[in-house]
């Protein structure tokens, strides 16, 4: 049997499949959802960069780089290169919009906020931000910038809502750099938690949510967590598995004859789920998959944990998620005591749609495609490609499931070239004296 006539293959042919009617909806479709965000550009010719950008964004060309999108376009380079590099718009109106929207959509009282870091390789040191640090893309510590998420998931989808670039402490400090990439005056050296916090405290007011999960890079910041319990937001956070714990429910032989039982001594956690008899493990469905549900064991246990610097925490839950697929196991922290063990294997498992939305922004809308070089411009770019990506998702919710991507993506590979075109050539968009930091 050839490989496409296999079911499995058919079934991902149809779901790719889109008529030439879904396609020309898909490009009424960006008319509408410009209509929602141009408006916030006071400008007109701020307009018409944004709009060209967008659709640019949204093409199959290979680079979505200012320049490739201004040839695609018929335009100047010159002017969308400072539009996005220097350009004196607001992102927060636009990000604040975005929540708006998401909410509209995927709003949903049992939802999750999923912070996340992301690692952008580059070349030379000329970046605002880029030092050598831990790039999770490359999988070691090398040249990059490092950027911060904020992530919703819900039942209906999964969508980016804000991004903020990380300066390091070094980085924060060299007044040389931030004065060559433009780093405004008030902003200062923050751990990458306290960034992401920062996005969370934001988004709270606009987007119901449960939840607030992450990878073990926040799991492991007891600062974090405390920060969590004070807002009374439930949290599921990755830990390493060398993590400390005790479990509050096992005792060790009093010292002497008569005395009380003492509390365990603390042990890595891998090693104290090594021991544990299979009766503790649940099996508990966390999705519906392409073939069938998927499901995990999940074992639960009230414990204490040291922090970083040795001192006993409060109790808190673990949570330990294994799949049988391929005996992957995860080790978790959380504050909802009360939570049922589906409830808990479900939100933590939104962390893992956001990796694959964040992979999708850099394969589909262009990411990780840029060479601004400014603080302004690292935000221009990361607001434009959050639009772009949402744009990508309200299609296909609007299509039942079917790939509204594109990069080659079947009926929406060039949206650019069947929508309405934006009006021709436009001025740079620069504020008078505004300092250039070109793409």
């Known amino acids: 049997m050839d490989i496409l006539d296999h079911p499995d293959a058919q079934a991902l042919l149809a779901d790719a499949e889109l008529s030439a009617t879904a396609v020309r909806s898909c490009a009424d479709h960006l008319t509408a959802f410009l209509g929602r965000y141009l408006p916030l550009f006071h400008r007109h010719e701020q307009r018409g960069h944004a709009d060209t950008i967008l659709r640019g964004k949204l093409t199959g060309l290979q680079r979505k780089t200012t320049e490739p999108i201004a040839t695609h376009a018929g335009q100047k380079r010159r002017p969308l290169q400072l539009f ?32 996340d870091g992301s690692g952008f390789p580059k070349k030379g040191d000329d970046s ?26 819900a039942r209906r989808g999964c969508a980016l809502l804000d991004g903020r670039l990380y300066l390091s402490r070094e980085r924060a400090a060299d007044p040389g750099h931030r ?32 939840w607030v999960a992450a990878d073990d ?18 949290y599921v956070l990755d830990v390493p598995c060398n993590t400390l714990v005790r479990d509050t429910a096992e005792r060790r032989p009093p010292t002497r004859p008569g005395g009380k039982p003492r509390l365990p001594l603390f042990e890595r956690v891998d090693r104290w789920v090594a021991r544990q008899p299979a009766g503790r493990w649940r099996e508990v469905q966390v999705r519906e998959g392409a073939k069938g549900p998927i499901t995990v064991r999940v074992l639960l246990a009230s414990v204490q944990a040291k922090d970083e610097d040795g001192r006993v925490g409060p109790r808190e839950r673990l949570v330990v998620i294994r799949r ?21 294997a479900r939100a933590q498992a939104s962390r893992h749609r956001v990796e694959e939305v964040l992979e999708e922004g850099k394969g589909e809308v262009g990411l990780n495609h840029y060479e601004v070089r400014s603080w302004v411009g690292w935000h221009h770019h990361v607001t434009l490609s959050l639009l772009a990506l949402w744009f990508l998702q309200t299609e296909r919710l609007r299509l039942g499931g079917k790939n509204a991507g594109g990069d080659g993506a079947a009926g929406a590979g060039d ?19 505004e300092p250039s930091a070109a793409a």
């Open 84 to 115: 996005a590099g220097a350009g004196g718009w607001d992102d927060r109106a636009l990000l604040d919009e975005l929540r708006r929207h998401v909410a509209e959509e995927l709003g949903d009282p049992d939802g999750v906020f999923v912070l």
């Open 179 to 210: 004065d060559k990439t433009h780093v405004p005056p008030g902003v200062t050296f923050q751990e990458g938690w306290r960034l992401a916090l920062g996005l969370l405290d934001q988004a709270r007011g606009t987007l119901p949510a449960a």
């Open 415 to 433: 949206l650019h070239g069947t929508a309405a075109r934006a009006g021709g050539q436009r001025d740079a968009d620069r504020r008078g004296g």
């Open 128 to 153: 605002c931000g880029v030092a050598r640090q831990w790039c999770g893309r490359l999988g070691k510590v090398d040249n990059c910038q490092v950027g911060y998420f904020l992530a919703y998931s």
């Open 217 to 234: 890079e926040f799991g492991r910041c007891s600062e974090l967590r405390a920060e969590l319990r004070q807002r009374r937001l439930h």
């Open 324 to 344: 049988d697929a391929d005996g992957q196991t995860t080790y978790a922290l959380s504050n909802a005591h009360q939570a049922k063990r589906w409830q808990v």
